[in-house]
């Protein structure tokens, strides 16, 4: 684990110091990195889910064959 230093705003420090008393067992360290869990986990979703989106937008990918059913019923007809 490492150390570092995040600045808040009084609004966003007053929020959190209400929070971390009403939730038990909580303080503000375990708030915050449950925060930051939460929105790393959400944004790797939506880049997975806006990858996924381009690779369904993406035309086929030509094969070296062209037309892959045109290919089969030409090498079964070189078989009979």
């Given at each position: 684990?490492h150390?570092?230093?995040?600045?808040?705003?009084?609004?966003?420090l007053?929020?959190?110091?209400?929070?971390?008393a009403?939730?038990?067992?909580a303080?503000?360290?375990?708030?915050?990195?449950?925060?930051?869990?939460?929105?790393l986990a959400?944004?790797?979703?939506?880049?997975?889910?806006a990858?996924?989106?381009?690779?369904?937008?993406?035309?086929?990918?030509k094969t070296?064959?062209?037309?892959?059913?045109?290919?089969q019923?030409?090498?079964?007809?070189?078989?009979?």
């Open positions: 684990m150390k570092t230093t995040i600045y808040l705003d009084e609004r966003m007053r929020e959190l110091k209400m929070l971390t009403k939730t038990p067992k303080n503000m360290v375990s708030l915050i990195r449950q925060a930051l869990r939460e929105f959400k944004s790797g979703e939506q880049n997975r889910h990858y996924l989106k381009r690779m369904l937008k993406q035309k086929p990918r070296s064959f062209g037309d892959p059913v045109s290919y019923r030409a090498l079964r007809k070189e078989w009979k």
